[in-house]
T-cell receptor, first 115, second 113 residues
Framework: NAGVTQTPKFQVLKTGQSMTLQCAQD?????MYWYRQDPGMGLRLIYY???????DKGEVPNGYNVSRLNKREFSLRLESAAPSQTSVYFC??????????????FGQGTRLTVV | DAKTTQPNSMESNEEEPVHLPCNHS???????IHWYRQLPSQGPEYVIH???SNVNNRMASLAIAEDRKSSTLILHRATLRDAAVYYC??????????????FGTGTRLKVLA
């Protein structure tokens, strides 16, 4: 059981380049999330998808777009990378629930450097 | 959105209990309190959660204040493998009726041998 898989694990981009971070989960979860983590800081939510076919902005969505390709996959796209987007990116997934607690499962992260 | 406040860092001796505090004074009645930890170069992993009552599991205990404005994660016997950043998180409801996890800055726990 792989859980949440992110690709690539490392990436270096030049300013202005574009790229897509891929995320897939095999737990049949409804909800998926993208976070970024800057040195010495907590995780900040970029975008999330509560269920297939829906996406919502998180705390720091500027400069990013997302696509919920299907129930398993949730991609994050940087259209024109900037040095401020240098960070570690984490994808996560969880069951969709209303008043019940749920556990979120995280991928191993993608370390992105924009030069 | 509701927010959490935690100390930046704490230290503990190995084999001793550790109490990690968290303030969440803006918590709403249906927000669950989650704790995750993040080991170096890894993604966060679940530790424990609660709503109103104190909770125990094999990893830790969670003590929740009666007014729910604060909570404490308790590691009963810290080991070197418990050295990590511990995040206190509220699962916040968005205006669209869905929910999301909002992380604070976390507490870096250092365990001394």
């Amino acid at each position: 059981n792989a859980g949440v898989t992110q690709t690539p694990k490392f990436q270096v981009l030049k300013t202005g380049q574009s790229m897509t971070l891929q995320c897939a989960q095999d737990m049949n979860h409804n909800s998926m999330y993208w976070y970024r983590q800057d040195p010495g800081m907590g995780l900040r939510l970029i975008y999330y998808s509560a269920s297939e076919g829906t996406t919502d902005k998180g705390e720091v969505p500027n400069g990013y777009n997302v696509s919920r390709l299907n129930k398993r996959e949730f991609s994050l796209r940087l259209e024109s990378a900037a040095p401020s987007q240098t960070s570690v990116y984490f994808c996560a997934s969880s069951e969709l629930a209303s008043l019940l607690w749920v556990e979120a499962f995280f991928g191993q992260g993608t370390r992105l450097t924009v030069v | 959105d509701a927010k959490t406040t935690q100390p930046n860092s704490m230290e503990s001796n190995e084999e001793e209990p550790v109490h990690l505090p968290c303030n969440h004074s803006t918590i709403s009645g249906t927000d669950y309190i989650h704790w995750y930890r993040q080991l170096p170069s890894q993604g966060p992993e679940y530790v424990i959660h609660g709503l109103t009552s104190n909770v125990n599991n094999r990893m830790a205990s969670l003590a929740i204040a009666e007014d729910r404005k604060s909570s404490t994660l308790i590691l009963h016997r810290a080991t070197l493998r418990d050295a990590a950043v511990y995040y206190c998180i509220l699962r916040a409801f968005s205006t669209s009726g869905t929910y999301k996890y909002i992380f604070g800055t976390g507490t870096r726990l250092k365990v001394l041998a």
